[in-house]
């Protein structure tokens, strides 16, 4: 859930306002975390769902509720897709720059390793692309370091002011994980379980 709810705020700062198409390229336990905290948050009209085998597909599509629908290619499921969140396993793309519309927000979760893709060169170079750590994309990021793609800003750097969110712009966020995220998220769980004990 904290991968998914960072993604989530990427999006939040860098979609376009009024999207209304999700795709998530990807079926498994990441894939349902994003889906539930994107749905939650924000108000897709429909929301498509591609993986490697149909089966996966059609469970996943089983197993929630909302605007869903499954594709037979992630062609399909990216083309017109406002936000498109990549949550997979593979080494190679799969998500290519011709495919993305003009001014969508990618998410790009999976591909964790200097020699691992989920994106082409197309699209990371004609992207402005940001990342939770430059120094975590620089070094673990095949998407990164591969492409030879340049990282904008980290995603902190627009939260507090000092790089700016083009939205109007086909934007990429690298997600990495940082310990800090983790210890952020920790502690919220704790504060709660501390203030359901202290009420018991």
């Known amino acids: 859930m904290r991968t998914a709810a960072v993604s989530a705020i990427s999006a939040k700062l860098l979609m376009s306002p009024g999207a209304e198409v999700l795709a998530i390229l990807g079926t498994g336990k990441q894939a349902l975390s994003h ?15 591609w993986s490697q085998t149909k089966e996966r597909v059609e469970r996943f599509v089983r197993s929630v509720e ?9 062609e399909e499921a990216v083309r017109g897709a406002d936000v498109i969140v990549t949550v997979t396993r593979s080494t190679e793309p799969v998500l290519y720059g011709q495919w993305v519309k003009a001014g969508a927000h990618v998410a790009a979760v999976g ?63 690298k997600s990495l994980g940082m310990g800090v995220e983790d210890a952020v998220s920790a502690k919220l769980v704790f504060d709660q379980w501390t203030a359901k004990a202290t009420k018991s």
């Open 66 to 74: 909302g605007p869903v629908r499954g594709c037979s290619s992630a």
């Open 111 to 173: 591909a964790c390793r200097p020699d691992w893709r989920e994106l082409d060169d197309m699209l990371m170079k004609s992207a402005v692309v940001y990342a939770d750590s430059r120094e975590g994309a620089l070094s673990e990021s095949g998407d990164v370091i591969l492409s030879g793609a340049e990282v904008f800003a980290e995603l902190g750097d627009v939260i507090n002011g000092t790089k700016s969110a083009q939205r109007e712009k086909t934007t990429v966020f």
């Open 35 to 49: 889906y539930n905290v994107f749905t939650e948050i924000f108000s897709f009209k429909e929301v498509r769902v």
